[in-house]
């Protein structure tokens, strides 16, 4: 695909080690990859949009192709104001598919232009999630494994600041 967009969006509340991976394989798959921090009206957010962009930036320095905005608009508009003509899901398991079916439909109804396409999370991130790495910082557990060194701290020190 020459000159290829793709839109890679999510809350990223925070960037995971799956995030990651999948972001990863979308540079690999497209010219440009803009990873959009979004607003998901259904979700509390614990970091703040730019805390979100600016730790995504800290784990993604080689890539060279990726780009890392915060938008809260609606995401169809800003695929086609940015000209991507993919967004780009991770999905881990069956209990991902119908909420994220239901997206990419309206996306496509908002925004014929665009392909929502889905990549199969890496099977040692299936079971991770941003609200999982929130919750075992909380408590104060290793989440080392679950999360880039580059953000550990930043994640620990966001979270004990809140207690
Ligand atoms: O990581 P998440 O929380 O599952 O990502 C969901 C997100 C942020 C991509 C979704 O809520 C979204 O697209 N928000 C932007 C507003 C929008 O376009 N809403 C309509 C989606 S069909």
Same mark, same amino acid.
């Given at each position: #695909? !020459? ?7 999510? @809350? ?13 394989? &979308?540079?690999?798959?497209? $010219? !440009?990859?803009? =990873?959009? =921090?979004?607003y998901n009206?259904?979700? !509390?957010?614990?970091? /703040? ?5 600016? #730790?995504? !930036? ?7 192709? =990726? ?8 995401l169809a508009?800003?695929? &086609? ?14 209990? $991902? ?18 392909? /929502? ?12 999630s941003s609200? #999982?790495?929130?919750?075992? &910082? @909380? #408590?104060?557990? $290793?989440?080392? @494994?679950?999360?880039?060194? &580059?953000?550990?701290? $930043? ?9």
């Amino acid at each position: #695909m !020459k000159n290829s967009i793709a839109i890679c969006p999510g @809350s990223f509340d925070p960037v995971t080690n799956g995030h990651l991976d999948i972001i990863t394989r &979308a540079a690999n798959m497209f $010219d !440009k990859v803009i =990873v959009v =921090v979004a607003y998901n009206a259904n979700k !509390k957010h614990c970091f /703040t949009p730019d805390e979100r962009v600016e #730790m995504i !930036k800290k784990c993604i320095p080689d890539l060279l192709n =990726v780009e890392v905005v915060h938008f809260d608009g609606l995401l169809a508009s800003y695929a &086609a104001d940015c000209g991507a003509t993919a967004i780009i899901k991770g999905l881990r398991a069956m209990s $991902d598919f119908e909420y994220e079916f239901q997206m990419a439909l309206t996306n496509k109804k908002l925004n014929p232009n665009v392909e /929502t396409l889905f990549l199969t999370t890496d099977a040692q991130n299936m079971y991770l999630s941003s609200s #999982m790495v929130r919750q075992i &910082a @909380s #408590m104060n557990g $290793d989440i080392s @494994s679950f999360v880039p060194e &580059a953000i550990r701290q $930043d994640i620990i020190d966001r979270i004990n600041s809140k207690k």
